[in-house]
């Protein structure tokens, strides 16, 4: 079973997604794929978590566990590709 703070979760993270999808689009935030990646795979992770509720408890926890692990590797890789970058 599923818990109410599980879906809201997911509802608010997917609102936040639209709103930094759409931000990306058209221009406003800069090109980082990997930050935009890793809060992607965060929303997969909550989407895993409301699903796990209802089937396969294991199966969708251990793919909740790895996008959550994915999306440090992404935000890690962006905060890499950032120090990097020479200030001109």
Avoid: A
Wanted: aromatic share 20%.
């Amino acid at each position: 079973m599923y818990q109410l703070s599980e879906v809201l979760n997911l509802v608010f993270d997917s609102i936040g997604l639209l709103i930094l999808i759409r931000l990306y689009w058209l221009g406003l935030i800069p090109n980082y794929k990997f930050l935009l990646l890793g809060f992607l795979c965060i929303w997969f992770s909550n989407i895993f978590t409301v699903i796990e509720g209802c089937y396969f408890p294991d199966f969708f926890n251990l793919l909740e566990h790895s996008f959550y692990f994915l999306s440090s590797i992404c935000f890690l890789i962006s905060l890499r590709k950032e120090l990097l970058v020479p200030v001109t």
